[in-house]
T-cell receptor, first 108, second 117 residues
Framework: QQPVQSPQAVILREGEDAVINCSSS?????VHWYRQKHGEAPVFLMI?????EQKGHEKISASFNEKKQQSSLYLTASQLSYSGTYFC?????????FGAGTRLTVKP | NAGVMQNPRHLVRRRGQEARLRCSPM?????VYWYRQLPEEGLKFMVY????????ESGMPKERFSAEFPKEGPSILRIQQVVRGDSAAYFC???????????????FGSGTQLSVL
């Protein structure tokens, strides 16, 4: 029931872009994105509710294609502070399920 | 408005002992989730509770693990007769209602790191 994320890990230089994908075999009502830094609790980034909806948070944006049951997180002009593990979360029937995470490392 | 409070932050137990992890949700939140996280791994769903009700416990082992969220007081995740494999970080999260209906985000606590010797 948990969503599938790809890639598992990404290494970037400051200023480079990255895309993280999230897909589900079940119908999605919404997609949540969270970021977790090492040793800390996950922190909410954004929720996407409708097919084709896009949202932004700083230079991080996301899209949600309800029909394809997919969401993508776009990180543009990455900063050192973007390093962490990104999780997508989906609520299918009851309870939020998270993907395995994508570890993003931004180097100077 | 205080955030989600988990205690203790670190808990050390010997094999066979009991571990009790506490989670006080944000004020006004009636839904609590518990997740387990191993080092360098994802957030594994364990249980979803509403006050006095277990909504979904499909992610929780049927033996030794139990969870409750009483009308008054914090939510408790209880692990009996702990084994080394129970060592992990346990996070709880809360929301005002059923996220599926309200599209509310989850607020996470800082987690409890359980170490079983």
């Amino acid at each position: 029931q948990q969503p599938v994320q790809s890639p598992q890990a990404v290494i970037l230089r400051e200023g480079e872009d990255a895309v993280i994908n999230c897909s589900s075999s079940k119908a999605l009502y919404s997609v949540h994105w969270y970021r977790q830094k090492h040793g800390e609790a996950p922190v909410f980034l954004m929720i996407l509710l409708k097919g084709g909806e896009q949202k932004g948070h700083e230079k991080i944006s996301a899209s949600f294609n309800e029909k394809k049951q997919q969401s993508s997180l776009y990180l543009t002009a990455s900063q050192l502070s973007y390093s962490g593990t990104y999780f997508c979360g989906t609520e299918i029937t009851s309870g939020m399920r998270f993907g395995a995470g994508t570890r993003l490392t931004v180097k100077p | 408005n205080a955030g989600v409070m988990q205690n203790p932050r670190h808990l050390v137990r010997r094999r066979g002992q009991e571990a009790r992890l506490r989670c006080s949700p944000m004020k006004g939140h009636s839904h609590v989730y518990w997740y387990r996280q191993l080092p360098e791994e994802g957030l594994k769903f364990m249980v979803y509770l509403q006050k006095e009700n277990i909504i979904d416990e499909s992610g929780m082992p049927k033996e030794r693990f139990s969870a409750e969220f009483p009308k008054e007081g914090p939510s408790i995740l209880r692990i009996q007769q702990v084994v080394r494999g129970d060592s992990a970080a346990y996070f709880c999260a809360s929301s005002p209602g059923n996220s599926l209906r309200t599209n509310e985000k989850l607020f996470f606590g800082s987690g409890t790191q359980l170490s079983v010797l």
